[in-house]
C-alpha cells in the first residue's frame, strides 16, 4: 500500500525522553506520531482534517472502522513492545503503516461464530436477500446484517457480476503453457497464475467469442515452437466453495493436515463430467450504449444500486433504472461471490483426471476457500479433467502437496501446483462490443500480443493471484 504523507504542525508538541510517559511514542517520528491521532480520531468517530489522496484517507478509514476491538490500543501495545525490546532509534510512518495493514489483515480473517455460517451461505446464494440468507445460515436476521456488513466493509466478501458467457457468444478458455518463452496477453485474457519451478507453467485465461474458437486455436499452435507445450481447453463456470474446519477462534486458519490426510484416505466415487457447456451461437441483440455501461458497472459490483449506476455511468435515473432491472432480469450478469480473507495467501491448482478426482474432491471440500470447476481439451473433446484452485493458510501449500502426493497413487492422473504470482484484471464489455456491427469485437493482430515469460513473470504479483477463474 502507498504510505499517505500526513502533514501536521502542533506547536505543544514536545519530544519525549525515555523516562516520559510510554517509551515508544519518543521514538515515533512526527507524521508516524500523525498517524496514530488520525487512528484514535476515527476510532471516536471524528474527523481529522490531512493532507493526502482520497483513496489513501479512505483506506485507512475503512481499516479502522471495520476493526474489531480497539485498533489503537492494539497498535500502542505493540510499538511499546517493540521499543522495550531495546535498539529502536526511529519509528517512521511507513513501519506504523505496515503495522497497522499487519493487525488489520490479521484481525478481519479471524470470523466470528455467526460469520462463519453466514459466508458459507452467500458464497452458495449470491445476490440473495438477507432474509433468504438467515433462513439457510439459520440465523437472526440482526446477526445476518451485522455479518454482512462487516464482512462487506473489510472487503473479506464482495457480490460481482459474471458475465452469462452461455448466453452471450461468448467462451471462457483456460490456456496451459509448459516452459514458455512467450505467453499470450491482450484485453481478452482477463487472469493469469504463474507456477514457478524447474519447468514453469503458465496458465491464462481468457474470454473470447465461441464463434472465434479456431482462430484461437490457430494463434496458440504458433506459440509451441517458443514453448513445451501449449493447449487449450474450454473452462465451465464452477462455483467457490467455503468451509470453516480449519478455523479455530483462538489461534486462527490452519491446516490439520492429518486431518486432511486421513479425508484422502476415505476416497470416494470417480467423477462422471459432462462436457462444458457450449456457448449459444447467437449475438446480444443489439446492446445499446447504456447496455453496456450499466453491465460493466453490474460486473464491478452487481449490488449497484439504480442511483449509483447513475453516478458511475452519466446516465439519466429512469433509463439506469429501467435497463439495470432488464439486465438482471433476463441474467445477462449473474451474481458472484467473491472471498478475499488475508490470512489464506497461498494458493494451490489442482489438474485431476475423472478417475481419480473423486478420491480428492472429498478432502478438499474441507480446506478453507476452493474454487472447483471442469475443463476440457478443445482439440480433444475426450479429454476431460476437474481444476481446483484453492486459498490456504500462508506457509501450507507445500505442506498440503506433500500430503497430497504421500497419500495418492502414483498411477492417478494429477498435478499439484504452489502458485507464485499472478495478475487479474475484468475486460469491459464497452471495449469488447461493437454495437455498429452488433458482434465481439476481434481482432487478432490488435487484440492478441505475444509476450516474452519474464515481462509476464515480473508483472505478476504473490498477492494478487486469483481464486475464482471464472
Not at 471516536?44 to 493526502?52: D, R, T
Not at 471462457?172 to 512467450?182: G, K
Not at 482477463?190 to 481468457?206: E, F, H, N, R
Not at 475443463?375 to 479429454?383: A, K, M, R, T, V
Amino acid at each position: 500500500m502507498t504510505q499517505p504523507e500526513i502533514n501536521t504542525h502542533s506547536q505543544d508538541e514536545t519530544t519525549m525522553t525515555e523516562d516520559q510517559g510510554p517509551t515508544f511514542e519518543s521514538k515515533l517520528s512526527p507524521s508516524a506520531t500523525a498517524i496514530l491521532r488520525v487512528v484514535k480520531t476515527f476510532e471516536e468517530g471524528g474527523q481529522l482534517q490531512v493532507f493526502q489522496t482520497d483513496a489513501e484517507f479512505e483506506l485507512l478509514h475503512t481499516m479502522v472502522t471495520s476493526y474489531r476491538g480497539s485498533l489503537h490500543s492494539l497498535l500502542t501495545r505493540r510499538l511499546e513492545e517493540v521499543v522495550n525490546l531495546g535498539g529502536v532509534s526511529i519509528i517512521s510512518q511507513r513501519d506504523v503503516m505496515s503495522l497497522i495493514v499487519n493487525l488489520w489483515e490479521d484481525n478481519i480473517s479471524r470470523l466470528s461464530r455467526t460469520e462463519l455460517p453466514f459466508l458459507e451461505t452467500a458464497i452458495k446464494n449470491p445476490g440473495a436477500p438477507l432474509n433468504t440468507l438467515a433462513k439457510s445460515a439459520g440465523l437472526s436476521y440482526a446477526q445476518t446484517r451485522r455479518a454482512q456488513k462487516r464482512l462487506s466493509e473489510s472487503g473479506v466478501l464482495r457480490t460481482v457480476g459474471m458475465l452469462n458467457t452461455h448466453k452471450l457468444g461468448l467462451e471462457r478458455v483456460i490456456i496451459i503453457f509448459e516452459s514458455p518463452s512467450l505467453v499470450l496477453s491482450g484485453p481478452y485474457v482477463q487472469k493469469t497464475l504463474m507456477i514457478d519451478g524447474y519447468s514453469p507453467l503458465v496458465l491464462v485465461v481468457a474470454t473470447i467469442p465461441h464463434q472465434k474458437r479456431s482462430e484461437l486455436l490457430d494463434t496458440i499452435r504458433s506459440f509451441r515452437g517458443s514453448t513445451g507445450g501449449a493447449s487449450v481447453w474450454a473452462l465451465s463456470d464452477g462455483r467457490p466453495f467455503f468451509s470453516g474446519r480449519y478455523f479455530n477462534p483462538n489461534n486462527g486458519w490452519n491446516l490439520d493436515l492429518l486431518h486432511f490426510r486421513l479425508m484422502l484416505r476415505k476416497g470416494g466415487d470417480p467423477l462422471l463430467l459432462a462436457d462444458v457447456a457450449t456457448p449459444s451461437p447467437h449475438m446480444p441483440n443489439r446492446f445499446t450504449y447504456a447496455d453496456v455501461k450499466i453491465i460493466d458497472a453490474l460486473v464491478g459490483e452487481y449490488n449497484s444500486t439504480g442511483n449509483e449506476i447513475v453516478n458511475t455511468t452519466g446516465l439519466s435515473a429512469s433509463t439506469a433504472f429501467r435497463k439495470r432491472s432488464q439486465l438482471i432480469k433476463n441474467r445477462v450478469v449473474l451474481p458472484r461471490a467473491r472471498v478475499n480473507i488475508p490470512r489464506l495467501s497461498d494458493r494451490v491448482v489442482c489438474l485431476l483426471s475423472p478417475e481419480c478426482s473423486g478420491d480428492i474432491i472429498t478432502a478438499w471440500n474441507h480446506l478453507p476457500i476452493t474454487y472447483q470447476s471442469r475443463i476440457q481439451n478443445i482439440e480433444d473433446p475426450s479429454e476431460k479433467k476437474v481444476l481446483l484452485v484453492s486459498a490456504l493458510p500462508a506457509g501450507s501449500g507445500r505442506d498440503l502437496i506433500e500430503v497430497l502426493d504421500d497419500e495418492t497413487s502414483k498411477i492417478h492422473d494429477y498435478s499439484a501446483h504452489v502458485v507464485a504470482a499472478g495478475t487479474g484484471q475484468s475486460t469491459k464489455v464497452a471495449n469488447m462490443y461493437d454495437r455498429q456491427n452488433d458482434s465481439w469485437k476481434w481482432d487478432v493482430s490488435k487484440y492478441f500480443d505475444a509476450l516474452t515469460y519474464s515481462v509476464v513473470r515480473s508483472e505478476a504479483s504473490p498477492s494478487n493471484i486469483p481464486l475464482d477463474l471464472a
